[in-house]
């Protein structure tokens, strides 16, 4: 018997382009390991900063970027013994990259920014951690919920990069134009909300996703 070929839906070709392109955007000069090319504002008191942020971006960068793997079913059956071992390496990277997302997130300038960033980490820890204690205890169904919340909110990162632009068009529609200060000065703007507004497109995103899978 012929193997069905399986069709590529165009909605998910476009959704990975769309995520990994604001992931390359994000990390890419961050790969040069110059303090110069970053867009984070280091604190000069702190020498610390610029290497913890470094930590940050390649710890969660990593759990992005192996994360989807662990939702391909026949990678799942085929390579249980990978699936494993990529599902550790996806935690060791959430627990690196949120608590050093802890201390940079300390040192950002916007109390609003500030507080998402722990919202973020809070519920990052709370969905990994259910997720592996559902596996503990053999809940196979459980595990693979929580672990899609967990991954929601890992994609949050990219999902802020990606409603920018949006949101910058959306200014200028409603606005007559950009201010003065020209892109820069909205952009600044959104850095303020953009990541509540990803993380609630993500959740609930996530959430539709899980109760269409319940009611099949
Ligand atoms: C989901 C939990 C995450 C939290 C709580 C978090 C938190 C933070 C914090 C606090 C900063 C410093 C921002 C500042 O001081 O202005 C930061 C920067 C950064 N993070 Fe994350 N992050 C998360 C996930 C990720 C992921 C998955 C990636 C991988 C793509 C990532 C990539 C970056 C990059 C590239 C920066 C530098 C800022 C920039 O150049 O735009 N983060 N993050």
Redesign the pocket.
């Known amino acids: 018997m012929t193997r069905a070929k399986r069709k590529l839906r165009p909605g998910l070709v476009i959704a990975f382009v769309l995520f990994a392109g604001a992931?390359g955007f994000?990390?890419g000069?961050?790969f040069l390991l110059d303090p110069s090319l970053?867009?984070?504002?280091l604190d000069p008191a702190f020498p610390m900063h610029f290497p913890l942020?470094l930590v940050?971006?390649f710890a969660?960068?990593l759990?992005?970027a192996v994360g989807w793997l662990q939702f391909l079913p026949a990678l799942r059956r085929s390579r249980p013994g990978l699936h494993r071992l990529v599902g550790r390496l996806y935690l060791i990277c959430i627990a690196v990259?949120?608590g050093t997302?802890i201390v940079?997130?300390a040192?950002?300038d916007s109390f609003i920014?500030q507080m998402a960033?722990l919202v973020?980490?809070a519920l990052?820890f709370y969905t990994t951690g259910r997720g592996y204690a559902a596996i503990r205890r053999k809940q196979h169904a459980a595990h693979g919920l929580w672990m899609l919340r967990s991954y929601a909110?890992?994609l949050?990162?990219?999902t802020a990069r990606i409603v920018t632009p949006f949101c910058i068009a959306i200014y200028a529609a409603t606005h007559g134009g950009l201010p003065p200060g020209g892109v820069r000065s909205v952009v600044s703007l959104m850095l303020d909300f953009n990541i509540w507004l990803a993380l609630l497109i993500n959740l609930l995103a996530v959430e539709w996703v899980i109760a269409k899978r319940l009611l099949r």
């Not at 970053?38 to 504002?41: A, F, I, P």
């Open positions: 992931t994000a990390v000069p961050y970053g867009r984070v504002d942020l940050h971006i969660s960068f759990a992005l990259g949120g997302a940079v997130g040192y950002t920014r960033f973020l980490v990052w909110v890992t949050v990162a990219a």
